[in-house]
């Protein structure tokens, strides 16, 4: 929006005003050429024996003020005052007659005439009349402008606070990606200690219940006094030795496995958040993709819910690994929930083009309705039920990708799915990107 | 006679893990703190060192930065978290560091790190009394010249 237009408060049209001339329309010349002499003392002033003549004065030039008779031959003065109304509505009108139907005066006066003067009047009269309405004419016009620029000074604040809006959903955003990777490099730092020491020690478990194996197994070839052979035998079946035996093992693989997925949830955590490396620098993609994956086992394990990966050839990009991690958390959650309970497949496709990455996610869910389709990246716009989205979750996506330089766009036909592409730079210059989420 | 390996971390349980891991092939020695680790490399005489780097008062870098006067060729090693890495760099390029080891670890790598480090360690004792003998038979040649000049 231009500036210097938007300071601008009113325009002056006092002084065009006092220079626009009067339209005298009478068919008796006599009354005509008093009115004109009268008024040419202030005023400038045009005559016109009728609307004919009228409309062609009009049509030339502009006229802040018609004086028109009611009766004339031709277009009468009414016909004519709805011509002006309609054609020319910055001129002013005096309707004079020589009847003083309170009917006709009120249709007149709805039509749009300012006066309506019964003749024969008083000259005195009839300045008055025509100063009172150039005097109108010119207050609305004033109070036209008015509403005009009033009307662009609230589109103007209408756009200040849909970008206020903005600048505060990034805000939350930002505070949340930054709460949330502080207790994801929190949560995966307090895990390390436990989740190291307890797969250790599962390690060195399975080799001393060996060992112990080893020494029982020995014990067994060794012959017993048949006192202690009997009640080797009672101790067995009460312990229920075999099983027992048979259990130890398979017990410490469920506890290693265990204690080895604990370290996969931290290590996909680390990566996930990489709080600590929330700075920019070259990444894999499909690492991320992977990892995000993983992490949202809960909806990608299911059986109804196949999962394709058609990865290209990728080097890696210059990115904030975390931020991006977000990106295909947010497109990879919408997309398992579009499809819900039924049956269904995602697919990610990545390729190479030119000096860009392009990712495209897709569904076979239920789509996004036409009418919202150019919403969805809005802030605050979720179709989720209440609690379930923040309407943040495209809008976080699409503000990432930005930052990146990068593109995101959605094509969706409703019951037929949803795809998402997103196309990254491979290179891009640092200082364009700014870490949001990072304090 | 075994090595002696020393393990330095404040969570008690990662000590009895580790020492678990390697007692049956080397002599353990723990340490609680940073403190308590450089007391004991005063008197004994320890071929690797693994710390933790996270422990209150003194980290584990501040450890081995403070252990190289203390035992220089001794063969040092760093259990971290993946946070602290950056807070690494500098200490692994300068030397100090022959090693890290990300939590959780897994047992068989960290004993086959450990017999690498025992190896490295074996190398630069015997470049070290190498460097040692090569000064004394250097010692005694020029003591042998200069007789020789003096007759």
């Known amino acids: 929006m231009d500036e210097s237009k938007e300071g601008r408060i009113l325009p002056s049209h006092d002084a065009a005003l006092e220079d626009l001339p009067i339209l005298v329309v009478d068919d008796e010349k006599v009354v005509r050429q008093t009115f004109v002499e009268c008024l040419g003392e202030h005023y400038d002033c045009v005559g016109a024996a009728d609307s004919e003549e009228a409309l062609t004065h009009l049509a030339s030039r502009q006229f802040a003020l018609a004086i028109l008779d009611v009766q004339m031959p031709g277009l009468s003065g009414i016909e004519l005052l709805r011509k002006i109304t309609k054609d020319f509505p910055e001129t002013a009108v005096i309707m004079v007659s020589g009847v003083g139907r309170a009917q006709r005066v009120v249709d007149a006066l709805r039509l749009g005439a300012f006066e309506y003067l019964i003749k024969p009047c008083d000259l005195d009269v009839l300045e008055l009349a025509v100063e009172r309405a150039l005097e109108r004419r010119a207050l609305l016009r004033t109070s036209k402008s008015y509403k005009v620029d009033l009307e662009r000074r609230n589109k103007k604040l209408e756009r200040q606070k849909a970008e206020l809006e903005r600048l505060q959903a990034q805000l939350v955003h930002s505070e949340k990606m930054a709460s949330l990777g502080q207790l994801a490099s929190g949560v995966a730092h307090e895990l390390n200690n436990p989740a190291g020491f307890i797969l250790s020690n599962m390690e060195t478990l399975r080799n001393y219940t060996t060992a112990l194996e080893q020494l029982l197994k020995f014990y067994d070839t060794v012959s017993l006094t048949p006192d202690h052979s009997i009640r080797a035998a009672a101790i067995k079946e009460d312990i229920r030795y075999e099983k027992l035996m048979h259990d130890l093992s398979l017990l410490i693989a469920d506890c290693q496995e265990g204690a080895s997925r604990l370290c996969d949830i931290v290590k996909n955590l680390r990566t996930f958040s990489r709080l600590d490396e929330a700075e920019f620098k070259k990444v894999h993609i499909h690492e991320g993709i992977d990892s995000t994956i993983r992490l949202l086992s809960r909806y990608y394990s299911s059986d109804h819910l196949s999962l394709e990966r058609q990865y290209g050839e990728l080097p890696p990009i210059d990115c904030f690994a975390g931020q991006l991690n977000q990106v295909w958390m947010n497109l990879l959650v919408n997309a398992a929930q579009a499809i819900g309970d039924r049956e269904g497949r995602v697919k990610i496709e990545t390729q190479l083009q030119g000096e860009t990455v392009v990712v495209s996610i897709s569904d076979t869910g239920d789509g996004i309705a036409t009418e919202n389709l150019n919403r969805i990246f809005d802030p605050f716009f979720t179709t989720k039920p209440v609690g379930e989205g923040t309407g943040l979750g495209l809008f976080t996506t699409y503000s990432i990708v930005k930052r990146h330089g990068g593109t995101i766009s959605a094509e969706s036909h409703s019951g037929k799915g949803t795809i998402f592409t997103v196309v990254l730079p491979l290179n891009v210059k640092r200082e364009t990107v700014t870490p949001e989420g990072k304090r | ?151």
């Open chain 2, 1 to 151: 006679m075994p090595y002696k390996i020393m393990i330095v971390d404040d969570e008690p349980a990662n000590l009895r893990a580790l020492e678990r891991v390697f007692s049956l092939d080397y002599e353990v020695i723990t340490a609680g703190s940073g403190a308590e680790a450089l007391d004991i490399l005063k008197q004994q005489d320890i071929a690797v060192l693994i710390t933790d780097q996270r422990m209150p008062a003194m980290t584990g870098i501040d450890l081995l930065k403070r252990s190289v006067s203390l035992r220089p060729r001794m063969v040092r090693i760093i259990l971290t978290g993946y946070s602290d890495i950056e807070a690494l760099v500098e200490a692994i390029n300068s030397g100090q560091v022959y090693k890290y080891v990300t939590k959780p670890w897994s047992n068989e790598d960290l004993k086959l790190l450990v017999r690498r480090a025992l190896e490295h360690y074996e190398n630069s004792k015997q470049h070290y009394e190498l460097e040692l003998a090569n000064q004394r038979l250097s010692q005694r040649l020029r003591e042998i010249q200069q007789l020789a000049t003096l007759d």
